[in-house]
């Protein structure tokens, strides 16, 4: 069984950063496409980035580019999201995933792409 277990979360002042890990077990990274997303309170789930099952591709929106990278240990079975100039609206829980059936060369943040996901981490931004 495929489990996502994210941490890395905790409370941060603006402009600072955090590094936030997804460990996986019952696959490898080669097999999955992995996912990084994140819910504020009171607002849907959003998509950030996402890396390729042969890790060659990564894709993030807009609001995160430049600022987020999403890289992956093949040897941890382990992908990271380093998050850099954090704003108060970077607060959520954030929340990685694994698209089972996502071509080799291509991953998109698209949340309804992706099967199985952690339970979340959560980051506050706070002076």
Known sequence: QLQLVE?????VQPGGSLRL????????LSDNGIGWFRQAPGKAREGLSCISRAGSVTNYVDSVKGRFTISRDNAKNTVYLQM??????DAAV?????????????CNPHQYDYNYWGQGTRVTVSS
Request: proline share 3%.
């Open 7 to 11: 941490s890395g979360g905790g409370l």
């Open 94 to 106: 954030y929340y990685c995933a694994a698209a089972t059936y996502m071509n080799r060369f291509y």
């Open 84 to 89: 850099n100039s954090l704003k108060p609206e």
């Open 21 to 28: 890990s997804c460990a996986v077990s019952g696959s490898a």
